[in-house]
């Protein structure tokens, strides 16, 4: 059984101020990880995966996340974020041969001005 | 372009009462349907699962039920409804060649 933890429930930042949000998981065998980005009373929209290759993988607007096999992370960051980026991240994974994703719990990101 | 449309975007319904919602996907042949569940405040819980017409997985038991009576449309459903079923259901289609889950805006549920 694949488990997400996101350790943080809520994480705050001024505009221009970098972010790392937390994500490890824990499962055995071949899987697809990915980050997914709700604004409020929205549904949920993809920002990036990885699967083999270079560990740090790029997504939409500016986000980046890093894979590591010895901590079992994929961590999500961005270099600068922006207010427009306060919202709700979610980590998941998928076994490469699955068809359940399961999601982490969520990190409410908030950015003041 | 594929899109995802939900319908009704918020329901009000009374604890006992039916429901059913909806979900059509256009621009995409025999895709993969999902059925998210949503507590406020909460993570997603994968409810079912869909690889073709009339074929219907349950991942978690939650007195709901769904249906694939077309290719492109994914239906949720109970006779009787919960407080517990109140929530936000979304549901979404994968493109397997990119891994990447295309999510619906989603449906309010209140039960009162």
């Known amino acids: 059984t694949q488990t997400v933890s996101q350790s943080d429930a809520h994480v705050t930042v001024f505009e221009g101020d970098s972010v790392e949000l937390r994500c490890n998981y824990s499962y055995g065998g071949s899987i697809y990880l990915s980050w997914y980005i709700q604004h409020h009373g929205h549904g949920l929209q993809f920002l990036l995966k990885y699967y083999s290759g270079n560990p740090v993988v790029q997504g939409v607007n500016g986000f980046e996340a890093e894979f590591s096999k010895s901590d079992s992370s994929f961590h999500l960051r961005k270099a600068s974020v922006h207010w427009s980026d306060s919202a709700v991240y979610f980590c998941?994974?998928?076994?490469?041969?699955?068809?359940?994703?399961?999601f982490g719990q969520g990190t409410i990101l908030k950015v003041y001005l | 372009a594929q899109t995802i449309h939900q319908w009704p975007v918020a329901e009000i319904k009374a604890v006992g009462s039916p429901l059913s919602l909806g979900c059509t996907i256009k621009?995409?042949?025999?895709?993969?349907l999902y059925w998210y569940w949503q507590a406020t405040g909460g993570t997603l819980q994968q409810l079912f699962y869909?690889?073709?017409?009339?074929?219907v997985e349950s991942v978690v038991q939650l007195n709901l039920s769904a249906s694939r009576p077309k290719d492109d449309q994914f239906i949720l459903s109970t006779e009787k409804l919960l407080l517990s079923h109140s929530g936000f259901y979304l549901c979404a289609w994968i493109d397997s060649s990119q891994n990447t889950l295309y999510f619906g805006a989603g449906t309010r549920l209140s039960v009162l």
């Open positions: 998941a994974v998928r076994p490469s041969s699955g068809q359940k994703l399961v």
């Open positions: 869909s690889i073709t017409v009339g074929q």
């Open positions: 621009g995409k042949s025999s895709p993969n």
